[in-house]
């Protein structure tokens, strides 16, 4: 029983597009990479080779690990962290929301619950609007953010970030008799692509498929309605709301991802972490490690399947 997806999956279309986008457009104006203004052909882009762990229970699906096997983190000196101040954003479920009980819930709050028992240490969690964030930090109200924060150049200038914990792919969509099971350029030569104007996927799209018709969205709502009445051939965009997207009622089953998943960091930057102070190593060395440790012992994986039957991945 998954009511996460079941109480949010309406919302997330809106909810997620405002924080993703957020998120992503900074990426995209940081770095507006194209092979072609670098003097370089343009390389087809393929889906990533991604370490995969199974759920524990019978046929779940496939999930992503970002963590490598063979870089086991060593348990760092855990004496001097007595408790752990969490911050986490107000409203972006089903990643930070507010539960039936009033308190933080959430995918995020979920995982930094599992992160302090496995450092066996005192935890708060308190929610605040994401652009409070980083100074709430800042001026010592809080020690660690953990709010879908994307790791970007000019944010790792203000803060340090753990190692990523999930990251937000590029994937395409398309209604359900035209689903292919690999996306290369080759095969939407003059095809029509619909996408958000300004954002990095466009970016991405214009660098990588030259050859596709591009047809810029003012926003999530009008990208999909035109792939529904087959305005468009395929939609391409953040993965996580799309896969929201296609798993409820707003879809009305008409579609489903079409090949896998694109995480070039080019675009859609270096995936999320969790942002501490800057120099406190303690914290982001503890964090690491408990992640790691959570991710080996399966209960990342289960925790991931408990909100996203949909992989995006």
Same mark, same amino acid.
């Given at each position: 029983?998954?009511?996460?997806?079941?109480?949010?999956?309406n =919302?997330?279309?809106? $909810?997620?597009? =405002?924080?993703?986008?957020? /998120?992503?457009?900074?990426?995209g104006?940081?770095?507006?990479?194209?092979?072609?203004?670098?003097?370089?052909?343009? +390389?087809?882009?393929?889906?990533?080779?991604l370490?995969?762990?199974?759920?524990?229970?019978?046929?779940?699906?496939?999930?992503?690990?970002?963590?490598?096997?063979?870089?086991?983190?060593?348990?760092?000196?855990?004496s =001097?962290?007595?408790?752990? =101040?969490?911050?986490?954003?107000?409203?972006?479920?089903?990643?930070?929301?507010?539960?039936?009980?009033?308190?933080?819930?959430?995918?995020?709050?979920?995982?930094? $619950?599992?992160?302090?028992?496995? *450092?066996?240490?005192t935890?708060?969690?308190?929610?605040?609007?994401?652009?409070?964030?980083?100074?709430?930090?800042?001026?010592?109200?809080?020690?660690? %953010?953990?709010?879908?924060?994307a790791?970007?150049p /000019? %944010?790792?200038? $203000?803060?340090?970030?753990?190692?990523?914990?999930?990251?937000?792919?590029?994937?395409? +969509?398309?209604?359900?008799?035209?689903?292919?099971?690999?996306?290369?350029?080759?095969?939407?030569?003059?095809?029509? *692509?619909?996408v958000?104007?300004?954002?990095?996927?466009?970016?991405?799209l214009?660098?990588?498929?030259?050859?596709?018709?591009?047809v810029?969205?003012?926003?999530?709502?009008?990208? $999909?309605?035109?792939?529904?009445?087959?305005?468009?051939?395929?939609?391409?965009?953040?993965?996580?709301?799309?896969a929201?997207w &296609?798993?409820?009622?707003?879809?009305?089953?008409?579609?489903?991802?079409?090949?896998?998943?694109? %995480?070039?960091?080019?675009?859609?930057?270096?995936? *999320?972490?969790?942002g501490?102070?800057k120099?406190?190593?303690?914290?982001r060395?503890?964090l690491?490690?408990?992640?790691?440790?959570?991710?080996?012992?399966?209960?990342?994986?289960?925790?991931?399947?408990?909100?996203?039957? &949909?992989?995006?991945?």
């Open positions: 029983m998954q009511p996460q997806m079941v109480s949010f999956s =919302r997330i279309p809106h $909810r997620a597009a =405002r924080a993703t986008l957020r /998120a992503l457009c900074f990426v104006a940081l770095l507006p990479w194209s092979a072609q203004a670098q003097g370089q052909p343009p +390389v087809p882009p393929l889906a990533p080779s370490s995969i762990q199974q759920g524990s229970q019978p046929g779940a699906q496939a999930v992503p690990g970002f963590w490598d096997p063979r870089r086991r983190p060593e348990r760092p000196d855990l =001097r962290l007595t408790v752990i =101040r969490f911050l986490t954003e107000t409203d972006y479920p089903p990643f930070n929301y507010t539960g039936p009980d009033g308190n933080p819930a959430g995918f995020n709050v979920d995982l930094a $619950r599992q992160l302090c028992e496995e *450092i066996k240490v935890c708060t969690i308190q929610m605040r609007r994401f652009e409070t964030l980083l100074d709430a930090i800042a001026s010592n109200r809080g020690d660690a %953010i953990i709010a879908s924060m790791v970007t /000019a %944010i790792r200038a $203000r803060i340090d970030f753990t190692d990523p914990y999930y990251r937000a792919p590029g994937r395409f +969509v398309a209604r359900k008799d035209a689903v292919l099971k690999e996306m290369r350029p080759e095969y939407l030569e003059g095809k029509k *692509i619909g958000i104007a300004g954002t990095a996927h466009e970016a991405f214009k660098a990588m498929f030259t050859d596709a018709v591009l810029p969205q003012p926003n999530e709502e009008i990208l $999909r309605a035109a792939l529904r009445k087959s305005e468009v051939d395929v939609i391409f965009g953040d993965a996580i709301s799309l929201f &296609v798993n409820g009622s707003d879809s009305g089953d008409c579609c489903a991802f079409s090949g896998g998943p694109f %995480i070039e960091s080019r675009f859609f930057g270096e995936g *999320i972490g969790i501490v102070r120099g406190n190593d303690t914290l060395q503890a690491n490690w408990a992640l790691f440790r959570t991710w080996e012992k399966g209960r990342y994986t289960d925790l991931w399947l408990k909100y996203f039957s &949909v992989s995006p991945f």
